[in-house]
């Protein structure tokens, strides 16, 4: 199974009707690691009068968001739901509001802080995250051409290569495409390709046409 997740943290702000929203948004794995950014952000903007998050965690399926003082729906369900409509999970995003002196109202809130979560969204590179395999492939050169050749097939990732007395390659196989992958591969070497299964893991194919 695959999921979206940021590959490190962003930040972005703009002013609305002279209030300043700043969107944080950070990669997190657990329910501690969202605390401890969430009081970060909040250490280092105390004189704020609103810090309002929410995060999604894999792991136990956590969602939690708050509105920090503001009327309630405003804030931190805005916020939840950017991240949710993105389709990201592990992640945790702080939306920081020094009140500017004008009241935006209901509607001006949820505008306001779905903006800056979906800004913080759009400055972040998003990874594609599958399940796969980590594999060893070891052959003779005369068979490194057509294996090669098959590789783009399968959307293997390359991790590795050692080209010594024999071809060396070590490489990600989406756990889906595995036993055909293996099949493949078996049948166009005739058997004489050495297959290794490392460990299953899960790995970005963001960037895999």
Do not use: W
Not at 70 to 94: F, H, I, N, S
């Amino acid at each position: 199974m695959n999921y979206k997740t940021i590959d490190s943290p962003v930040s972005c702000s703009f002013i609305e009707k002279r209030s300043e929203f700043i969107g944080y948004l950070c990669p997190v794995k657990t329910n501690e690691q969202a605390v401890d950014f969430i009081n970060k952000i909040k250490s280092e903007h105390r004189k704020a009068k609103h810090n309002v998050y929410a995060y999604i965690l894999r792991n136990n399926n956590i969602i939690r968001y708050s509105d920090d003082g503001e009327p309630q729906g405003t804030a931190g369900v805005p916020v939840l739901d950017v991240l949710q409509k993105q389709g990201l999970t592990d992640v945790c995003c702080v939306v920081t509001r020094y009140f500017g002196g004008i009241l935006l109202g209901g509607g001006g809130l949820v505008r306001a802080y779905s903006h800056s979560a979906s800004l913080a969204v759009s400055q972040s590179r998003i990874m594609n995250m599958f399940s796969c395999y980590s594999v060893k492939l070891t052959m003779d050169y005369d068979l490194y051409g057509k294996v090669s050749y098959v590789l783009p097939e399968f959307e293997t990732k390359q991790t590795g290569s050692d080209f010594g007395n024999k071809v060396i390659l070590n490489l990600n196989v989406k756990d889906e495409l595995y036993d055909s992958f293996i099949k493949k591969l078996t049948d166009i070497t005739n058997g004489k390709i050495v297959i290794e299964k490392l460990e299953e893991l899960y790995d970005d194919f963001s960037e895999m046409k």
